[in-house]
């Protein structure tokens, strides 16, 4: 028997496939969007992939187990309260799936969504491994307040907190503490609040060291679990239903993306999600463009900043880096939201001003200051004391409630997010002076 972990660092997601060596049958859990890899792991070692188990419908990816479901016939394993639109198995708590000396064993865990369940994976008659989903993380617990309003079946955050507190005191917890622990999600997700960097763990180190696994009373746990939880960015209710519906076929769905011609010119208007670099975006881009830049993050952030009820158009620098976004943007679903995707070269029309840092740690009163952290961060530490805080996410939504009458300076933490932010409050303000402080912030104390 073997296990792969493949990872998508991008959205610090886990998903695995279980080999069977003697019967060279595979059992995927939780897989990401595109297939890919998990046929060529087939592949690989001559085995057959028979089953794919989704432990809940994922928030923040979509899933290609309906894809691998067309493609190689294998059998879709999901709880019942899913009521998922596509053809599967029922997999509620003691089900068993047999494959070789393996047996995967269901356990219905709510707590992150009512229809979650986890697996235990026995070989040879003793638990060896659990596949969690987003029940249990390394050093954190599922957050409970995303299927408030997504989901065949709806909860609030307190009685899903409550269900948590009993999925884990009641099941988790009285598994044997050598089993390890494979989660759906590590350290940079959006579904937990306090995850470490590791990839694995076992039921006794996550009973000693995982402050939600503390002894506490269920009350002390639901304050705990349902306090400062991270923002819930757009896509998420997109991603649960289009998970319960089955994704469409990655290839198809990506080259249908259409491709437009090097500096393609949108109609006036249009919502621009522009890729490029800070540097390149503010010495030229098209007007009322955001700057979302490609890197780690960046579906989720064009999932935080853009609605999947909108479409837009995606720039990049060159080829090779459009295809990595589109490829980026399919793995939230977002590919469907593309109007079209084109490289822009040189410099387009609308320039973005400098910001004199000089000049503005003299006298930061003659500017306002927008910080466009999240409330927890600016809680932590706050570089200006008089700044207005809008978090990035909210930031389209609040724009007019930034004053106007002096020049605008937006800071994050690091850059990247004021590039986004500072890109968001010009094109609501094109005769207003917004200035980015981006990297310019770490020569600042609170002030």
């Not at 290609?64 to 999901?78: F, P, R, V, W």
């Not at 995967?104 to 989903?133: C, Q, R, Y």
């Not at 269900?163 to 622990?181: C, F, G, I, N």
């Not at 008089?386 to 609040?398: C, F």
Request: proline share 5%.
């Amino acid at each position: 028997m073997k296990i792969q972990q493949f990872e998508d660092k991008g959205l610090a997601h886990y998903s695995y496939a279980i080999l069977s060596e003697c019967q060279k049958e595979i059992v995927l859990v939780d897989p990401a969007r595109n297939p890919q890899q998990y046929y060529d792991y087939a592949t690989q070692h001559g085995a057959k992939i028979v089953g794919v188990i989704e432990t809940h419908p994922h928030a923040d990816f979509v899933s290609s187990h309906l894809e691998i479901h067309e493609k190689t016939g294998a059998i879709i394993y999901a709880h019942s309260l899913v009521g998922a639109d596509y053809p599967h198995q029922a997999f509620d708590e003691g089900a068993v799936l047999e494959i070789g000396k393996v047996k995967l064993k269901s356990l219905h865990t709510p707590g992150h969504s009512p229809d979650s369940i986890s697996v235990v994976l026995e070989h040879e008659g003793k638990d060896n491994a659990f596949f969690t989903g987003d029940t249990l993380f390394i050093g954190d617990v599922g957050r409970p307040d995303l299927r408030e309003n997504a989901g065949n079946l709806t909860a609030k955050r307190e009685e899903l907190a409550r269900q948590m507190y009993h999925s884990t005191r009641e099941k988790l917890m009285k598994l044997a503490d050598d089993v390890v622990v494979y989660p759906a999600h590590g350290a940079g997700t959006l579904c937990g609040k306090a995850l470490s960097e590791a990839n694995s763990s076992t039921i006794g180190d996550e009973k000693f060291s995982n402050p939600a696994l503390k002894e506490m009373t269920e009350d002390q746990f639901v304050t705990y679990l349902t306090a400062d939880q991270p923002f819930i960015p757009k896509y998420f209710g997109y991603d649960v239903g289009l998970n319960k519906q089955g994704a469409p076929n990655y290839q198809q769905s990506v080259q249908a993306v259409k491709r437009l011609g090097k500096n393609f010119s949108p109609e006036e208007g249009a919502l621009i999600i522009d890729a490029r670099p800070q540097g390149d975006f503010k010495e030229g881009h098209l007007a009322g463009a955001f700057n979302i830049q490609n890197g780690g993050k960046f579906e989720t952030w064009l999932g935080s900043i853009v609605d999947p009820k909108e479409t837009f158009y995606l720039v990049a620098q060159d080829d090779k880096t459009l295809e990595e976004l589109i490829d980026k943007a399919s793995r939230i679903g977002y590919e469907s939201k593309i109007r079209g995707a084109f490289v822009l070269e040189g410099k387009a029309s609308v320039t973005s001003p400098k910001i004199d840092a000089t000049a503005f740690k003299e006298n930061p009163g003659k500017y306002t200051v927008v910080d466009i952290r999240n409330a927890s961060e600016v809680k932590e530490k706050q570089y200006f004391a008089h700044a207005l805080n809008i978090p990035l996410p909210e930031l389209r939504d609040r724009a007019q409630e930034i004053p106007t009458g002096k020049p605008v300076v937006i800071h994050c933490a690091g850059g990247y997010r004021s590039a986004a932010g500072s890109s968001i409050v010009e094109a609501e303000f094109p005769i207003a002076k917004v200035l980015d402080l981006s990297e310019a912030i770490n020569q600042f104390s609170s002030l």
